[in-house]
T-cell receptor, first 110, second 113 residues
C-alpha cells in the first residue's frame, strides 16, 4: 500500500464552486499534514498545515484532518481561475522529511 | 518576504557529465533538503542536511550524489556522472529550527541527454 494516495484528477469546476481535495495515508504515526500548491513548472508553495486531527481555516481555504480514518481534505470556497494549479498533500514523517501525494490537478473555469 | 532561491533554473547536460545545482536557503534556516520530481511523478525526498552533515538520505541518493554547504549561504547538490534517469526537477527546501514547515525553491529543471 502506498504511503500517501491522492486522486490525480484533473478536477474541473466552474468559478465560484466549492472544491474538495482529498488524500489518504497509511502511516498512523504521521502528525503534521501539509497542503502545497504547485503551478506548472514551479516549486511547491505551502498553503496550509495542520497538526493532528481537526480543522484549520485560512481565508477561502479549510484543511481538515481525520486521523481515525487516515484521511485529510482541503476545501476551497468561492474558487477562482487563479486557483487552477496542482494541489499536493504531504505528511511529515518522524525524521522531518515530507512524504508527498501525487497531486490533484485543479482547473477552475471562468 | 524571504524565499529559497535556486540556480540555474534550467540545465542541459550530456550523460556522464557532472552537474552542480545551487540553492540559497532562507537565511535563518538551518535544516536543508533536496527533493526531486520526475515529470508526471510525485515529489520525492532525496536528502536532508543539518550542521554540515547528512541527516538522512533516500535510496535514490547513491554514491553519484553529494551535498555540500560550501559557505554560509549556499547549499549544493552535485551529481557526479549524470544518467538519463536523473532528468527531473530538483527542489531545494529549508526549515527553521523548531518549525515543521519546509519552504521550497522554484526548482532546477535538469535534462540529461
Amino acid at each position: 500500500q502506498k504511503e500517501v494516495e491522492q486522486d490525480p484528477g484533473p478536477l474541473s469546476v466552474p468559478e465560484g464552486a466549492i472544491v474538495s481535495l482529498n488524500c489518504t495515508y497509511s502511516n498512523s504515526a504521521f502528525q503534521y499534514f501539509m497542503w502545497y500548491r504547485q503551478y506548472s513548472r514551479k516549486g511547491p508553495e505551502l498553503l496550509m498545515y495542520t497538526y493532528s486531527s481537526g480543522n484549520k481555516e485560512d481565508g477561502r481555504f479549510t484543511a481538515q484532518v481525520d486521523k481515525s480514518s487516515k484521511y485529510i481534505s482541503l476545501f476551497i470556497r468561492d474558487s477562482q481561475p487563479s486557483d487552477s494549479a496542482t494541489y499536493l498533500c504531504a505528511m511529515l514523517d518522524s525524521s522531518y522529511k515530507l512524504i508527498f501525494g501525487s497531486g490533484t490537478r485543479l482547473l477552475v473555469r471562468p | 518576504e524571504p524565499e529559497v532561491t535556486q540556480t540555474p533554473s534550467h540545465q542541459v547536460t550530456q550523460m556522464g557529465q557532472e552537474v552542480i545545482l545551487r540553492c540559497v536557503p532562507i537565511s535563518n534556516h538551518l535544516y536543508f533538503y533536496w527533493y526531486r520530481q520526475i515529470l508526471g511523478q510525485k515529489v520525492e525526498f532525496l536528502v536532508s542536511f543539518y550542521n554540515n552533515e547528512i541527516s538522512e538520505k533516500s535510496e535514490i541518493f547513491d554514491d553519484q550524489f553529494s551535498v555540500e554547504r560550501p559557505d554560509g549561504s549556499n547549499f549544493t547538490l552535485k551529481i557526479r556522472s549524470t544518467k538519463l534517469e536523473d532528468s527531473a526537477m530538483y527542489f531545494c527546501a529549508s526549515r527553521e529550527t523548531g518549525q515543521e514547515t519546509q519552504y521550497f525553491g522554484p526548482g532546477t529543471r535538469l535534462l540529461v541527454l
